[in-house]
């Protein structure tokens, strides 16, 4: 089944999508919303009418480290299928940035990923002083490339957008407001939007109760999205801004990530409701 091997990337887009086109201004006054040592875990859900699979764990993770002598948050996700799972469809997929501690520009940007048996190797250098990314890409099917791409403004890796988008102020939204979002994925800029659905009380399945945002998101039309805003994402409704559900349409059924474990978080998740 085609659509497992994209859990670690739908993640990472459900959550990079709330990235603003203004870069900085709208940025919450707790800035930053993690520390060093935040350790986040999802399960990834695939459901096809009454079938419901429980199919993968993804780690996100956040350190404090060094990047050409400048400071810099390292952002790592790990995402596999469960063991059960291996003989069927394995996958093995990781994701590592380097971004700025004061802006989470990104300086670097690594997809290591083996999706039944399928392998991508992506890098990516961003060179702000002459405003260019050069990209190394190596891919089962196809032969290794090196290109050089005109950096666009304002634009992320996946994964430095998942922590910028965790910084932004969106009481500063209002209901239906869109919100631009630029990212580069496959040596491509892609500018998307989000939509600020307000605030709602979540229930989730493991019978805990959250005060969260809701938004829906516009996806790229692909191999297995239908495009259109048939993504949502639950967020808490504190200064951390995690991820709490994600539910996204696909071609066949639908996927699903669902919040498992914090650990280190910078402030209390004052949004869980007791």
Not at 192 to 207: A, C, F, Q, S
Not at 231 to 240: C, E, G, M, R
Not at 242 to 266: M, Q, W
Request: hydrophobic content about 40%; aromatic content about 18%; proline content about 2%.
């Amino acid at each position: 089944m085609r659509v497992k091997n994209k859990y670690v990337l739908l993640i990472l887009l459900l959550q990079l999508a709330f990235t603003h086109a203004a870069f900085s201004q709208l940025l919450t006054e707790k800035f930053p919303v993690f520390k060093n040592g935040e350790t986040i875990t999802y399960n990834a859900v695939y459901n096809w009418g009454f079938i419901w699979l429980n199919a993968g764990i993804v780690e996100f993770t956040v350190s404090e480290t060094k990047y050409k002598n400048e400071s810099a948050f390292l952002f790592n996700t790990f995402g596999t299928s469960l063991k059960s799972y291996d003989w069927f469809y394995k996958v093995r997929d990781y994701f590592q940035s380097y971004a700025d501690v004061n802006t989470l520009k990104p300086f670097f940007f690594e997809r290591n990923t083996s999706e039944g048996g399928y392998n991508v190797l992506d890098r990516c250098f961003f060179d702000y002083n002459d405003s260019l990314v050069y990209t190394r890409i190596k891919k089962t099917d196809k032969a290794y490339t090196e290109d050089t791409i005109k950096l666009k403004k304002n634009a992320f890796d996946l994964l430095s957008a998942v922590y910028y988008t965790r910084n932004i102020d969106f009481d500063k939204y209002k209901v239906n407001d869109k919100i631009p979002v630029r990212i580069l994925l496959d040596n491509e800029f892609y500018d998307l939007y989000v939509r600020y659905l307000g605030k709602e009380i979540l229930n989730t399945h493991d019978k805990r109760k959250f005060r969260t945002m809701k938004f829906s998101v516009k996806l790229i039309e692909g191999t297995i999205f239908k495009g259109g805003e048939d993504l949502f994402v639950w967020v808490t409704d504190d200064f951390n801004r995690i991820p709490i559900l994600v539910d996204a349409k696909i071609l066949i059924g639908s996927v699903k990530a669902t919040l498992v474990t914090t650990e280190n978080l910078k402030y209390p998740l004052s949004s869980e409701i007791k």
